[in-house]
């Protein structure tokens, strides 16, 4: 019975993938409420092979005009769970429009990749890799054929979590012991300034609270020449810990101009900041995911705060994972994306779960205009990136997994998933 489900499994994902294929070389939509002229359909972009495990990226994609670039990255781990510290790797991946497979892929051996940025002539990849006294940033330019024009590495930032490009500079940030840590660079790469961080983050800690950065997550390039971070931080004193989200803005020179933090009510709530998204008037949209300690249950949550960082309005839902991102659009909606879980029985294996895709569109006061929910993609499927499209559609990528025959977490499938939606969130082509 278990090897005809797994048959049966297969053919179905087969067909599933011909006809997504088919349609994504289609240039309608096929629907009445929605825009003409944009192809919709599933590609299944990227595989690993072997006992590679996706990790979650990427975190970023970009439509090239005649092709889809982003980041894919894996784990090589000896066993699960394992005390023992796994290996990494990544690549730039670009499909084009009517392909399936990856058809150009830039390989970064022994790399935990974490940030992909779009440049004028090219692409930025930041990240870390081990080092021979511990992990070291590292940085790489991309040209547009995928070859690698310069890289650096920084022992002095074992982790580079994010960047921002400004008009001949880059701004690099990551996470270094708890603190924040900001290197200016010219396009070369060469450092023109360093600066660290760590109360900034706060400015209200009571006496014997301390603060440490746990991850440095996203920073921005403001329209006064300014730069705005966010972060994942801790607060903590002799008797608890509690994990928030934070904002920091600095002049170009390196120099603070105001910090906020935000903590939750509850001392069971874990805040994970996600991304940090940009308005012209100045206002920021912040994605982060809410977990409850205590329920074991999860939140995306999408917060509106003004150019001083004060909080305008709040979106959240429920979700399977922390794993949301969002997009904002010029006139200030954005369109968000999330996983949510939906129980169910695999025979055969240990998983009772299935997870569905949810892509929503709220207008600039956080109210929703519509909501899409795609089930039966993958056995479990979550976005870790969102972005539109040059015409208008809407571009969901991250990584799937099918426990499918499985009996355990090592024996599951995985690999990246690329899902484009017409401008109202519609994919005929997905059930």
């Not at 690099?172 to 023109?192: C, K, P, Y």
């Not at 709040?314 to 922390?322: D, I, L, Q």
């Not at 794993?323 to 695999?346: F, H, K």
């Not at 990246?416 to 017409?422: A, P, T």
Request: net charge negative; hydrophobic share 40%; charged share 20%.
């Amino acid at each position: 019975m278990k090897k005809m489900t797994a048959i049966i499994v297969a053919i179905i994902m087969v067909l599933l993938f011909i006809a997504c294929s088919s349609s994504n070389s289609s240039s309608s939509s096929g629907n009445n409420d929605g825009p003409t002229g944009i192809a919709t359909g599933l590609i299944r972009a990227f595989v690993p092979s072997g006992s590679d495990i996706v990790s979650p990226l990427p975190d970023r994609i970009f439509d090239t005009g005649d092709a889809y670039v982003f980041l894919t990255g894996a784990e090589q781990c000896s066993q699960l769970p394992s005390d023992n510290p796994c290996t990494g790797s990544a690549s730039l991946v670009r499909v084009q429009m009517s392909s399936t497979v990856a058809t150009t892929r830039t390989d970064f051996p022994d790399f935990f990749a974490f940030h992909l940025e779009r440049l004028s002539n090219g692409y930025l990849v930041t990240g870390e890799r081990p080092g021979a006294s511990g992990p070291e940033g590292y940085t790489a330019l991309i040209s547009e054929n995928g070859t690698v024009q310069s890289e650096t590495y920084i022992d002095s930032l074992p982790a580079i979590s994010a960047a921002s490009s400004g008009s001949d500079n880059l701004l690099l940030f990551g996470d270094d012991e708890g603190t924040a840590r900001f290197i200016f660079t010219g396009m070369d790469l060469s450092i023109q300034w360093q600066r660290t961080y760590q109360n900034e983050w706060d400015p209200v800690l009571a006496e014997g609270e301390t603060l440490a950065i746990r991850s440095a997550v996203d920073v921005v390039d403001d329209s006064d020449a300014s730069y705005v971070a966010l972060a994942s931080v801790v607060k903590s004193n002799s008797i608890k810990l509690i994990r928030g989200i934070a904002l920091l803005r600095i002049e170009p020179a390196g120099s603070v101009v105001w910090a906020r933090a935000f903590y939750p009510a509850e001392e069971n709530l874990v805040w994970q900041a996600k991304r940090l998204l940009l308005k012209p008037d100045g206002t920021m949209l912040i994605v982060y995911g809410m977990d409850d300690l205590t329920t074991d249950s999860h939140a995306a949550v999408f917060l509106m705060v003004d150019a001083e960082g004060d909080p305008i309005w709040n979106f959240s839902t429920s979700a399977s994972s922390n794993r949301c991102n969002a997009v904002m659009l010029s006139d200030g909606s954005s369109v968000i994306a999330w996983p949510t879980w939906r129980t169910g029985q695999l025979e055969g294996t240990a998983w009772d779960f299935y997870i569905d895709l949810n892509v929503a569109k709220l207008d600039a006061q956080g109210n929703m205009l519509w909501q899409r929910k795609f089930t039966d993609l993958f056995d479990a499927i979550e976005p870790t990136a969102i972005s539109i499209s040059n015409d208008g559609g809407i571009l969901v990528v991250g990584y799937y997994r099918g426990f499918e025959g499985t009996a355990t977490a090592q024996d599951d499938s995985r690999g990246v998933y690329l899902l484009k939606l017409d401008a109202n969130g519609n994919c005929p082509d997905c059930s």
